[in-house]
């Protein structure tokens, strides 16, 4: 079968059972485009493409699949960074194609032509330049391969415009065959009964819970863990909804920005299990003292997330959900004794530091950011996808929107870029269309990719908007308040649109809430029209986040409200 | 945590980018390069990459799992700690005066390496050998002029019987 690259391209992407892909079109994929347009493939055309990439990005983890970007050489490529960055930190699957020059111009600085594969190797798990269209299909099977096993992570794919256009005789790729690419599911039997045996010793056993228990789709097994060794659980950013945060045994999140309960269980405890994570400086402030009572035991897909931040006691290389499996059997062989004596003190114990220092805040006659999250998970049931902004309203969303489920809580973690919410709530919309997508925004990160507004507009995509209006950037400005004498350098936005009317010119509804008797109100209006809204509530300028870690010291020690 | 030097082997697939992968970790990742050697194997399509490195356990250990997680490395052997020879080559262009050539010579017998260029003023030393020789040759050079010196990284092979 004779075939252009543009054509085996759409044959491979059929193959991978691609339905969406978020991109922009430009000179360098136009063979591409045309292809494509003969497709059934949707295409969502964004407005800028690092709207795609977060796009993308919340199609993934929305859909628990991959995410697919197309884009165009030069600016469209370089446009991309942030969110491929982003992705990269997350551990989010996503293949983005990008358009390159023709292969006999690259290198002399040909009109839009850009080193995409050199910029963006230290922020992909992987990337290509195909040189020849004969390597097309291969290189793009093992792309979609590589994006979605061990660790997961964005993989580029440049692909240069007579790379497209040429036409070859094509055979489909035979099966992948990656030599040095092996990735460890299963886990070391031996380093599991060693974790059995601490377990079984434990008296104040914690379990830490991250994004990869998530993307392993692991809460099952982590739920079935947890309860069999009646252990607490706390969670990073990324791990919120690994396990039902209405539990009894859920702790809230851990770290900066943690709950007094979760960071003081992590202190005091004398076995951490951790499960999915990479102990982050944000998770761990001090590391010398981070969980210094006690033995660790980590298990991860990725070799280089152990032993990275915190030295542990039994490292398990594995696939969470692989793991726990395992951990789980081997434990229902155990007599563990009668964990409810054995845990009861332990217990009692985090119920008190429950009952010292729950969050809080009061609710006078402005607006508070956390009522109207806190309004917000009661109106929904908790039911909603929420993607985030980046900033205060990030942190109230992780602290007051309780996750039951994982592939709920979208959010840019590691990278925490602002502006990833909107087009993050895009793609989750696509991936789900019957769900509930909110994006809990600031009023600053909201402008950085307010365009997509647009986008939403044109596939006609009901997403709701929340801005935590404070006029300021508001995380930065906390910042300035405790450390920096409130010294308010550039952290106040003098001027913002009407959000209202910018709703409106998008063709979107928009709503305006500024006392906290119109929250539940407009609340309730916004998420019954079946269209995009942004709702605007103006809050409290200068309220904080608490409890609240100072950066670089030990978790234990926070400010409290 | 101490600092030592370490000896890493690895295995790569011989394709364009793997070498600015690699020392694009070794950048980013603020970890050390003393020296970094790459060529081909018997295998065409694998290339030996040789780097020396300084670094705590702590930091080798990561540096190792780090080459692991490049999808173009096959294979990372730390020498160090095991039985392993090293060598490297240098070219030392030497000032020879007169006066000083049959010092130079008697030097160049000692430690076993050539003379491969003679010039009015000057001899070139190709001398191959560890760490040690190297640098004792250089520090009994050293009085009497060196005008240049290239040198090649080092280069080792593990002394196992076992071919990795
Ligand atoms: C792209 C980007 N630029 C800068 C920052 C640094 N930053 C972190 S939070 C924040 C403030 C965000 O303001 P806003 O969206 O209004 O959120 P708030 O904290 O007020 O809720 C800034 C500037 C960032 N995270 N991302
Ligand atoms: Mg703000």
Redesign the interface.
Known sequence: MKLTGAQILMEMLKEEGVKTIFGFPGGAVIDIYDELAKTDIHHVLVRHEQGAVHAADGYARASGGVGVVLVTSGPGATNTVTGIASAYMDSIPIVIFTGQVPTQLIGNDAFQEVDI??IT??CT??NY?VKDTNDLARIVKEAFY?AQSGRPGPVLVDIPKNVAATRIDYKPPKKIQ????NPTYKPNMRQLSKAVSLIKDAKKPVIFAGGGVVLAKASKELTEFARKIKTPLTGSLMGLGAFPGTDPLWLGMIGMHGTYRANMSTGACDLLIGIGVRFDDRVTGKTDEFASQAKIIHIDI???SI??NI?VTVPIVGDCKATLELLNKLLDKEDLGDLNEKRKQWLDQIEEWKSTNPLAYVQKDIIKPQFVVEKLYELTKGKAIITTEVGQNQMWAAQYYHFDKPNHFITSGGLGVMGFGLPAAIGAQLACPKKLVVDIAGDGSIQMNIQEMATAAQCGLPVKVVILNNGYLGMVRQWQELFYEKRYSQTCMEYAPDFVKLAEAYGAVGLRATKPEEVEKVLKKGLSIPKAVIMDFVVEKEECVYPMVPAGAPITKMLLV | MTEEKHVLSILVENQPGVLSRISGLFGGRGYNIDSLCVAETTEPNVSRVTIVTTGSKQIIEQIIKQLHKLINVIKVIELTGTEFVQREMALIKVKAKPEHRAEILRMVDIFRCKIIDVGLEHYIIEITGDEDKLSAILSLLKPLGIKEIAKTGFIALSREPKVV
């Open positions: 594969v050199g190797r230290p798990k992987h330049l590589i990656l030599r040095s690419y990725d070799p280089t032993q990275k030295p």
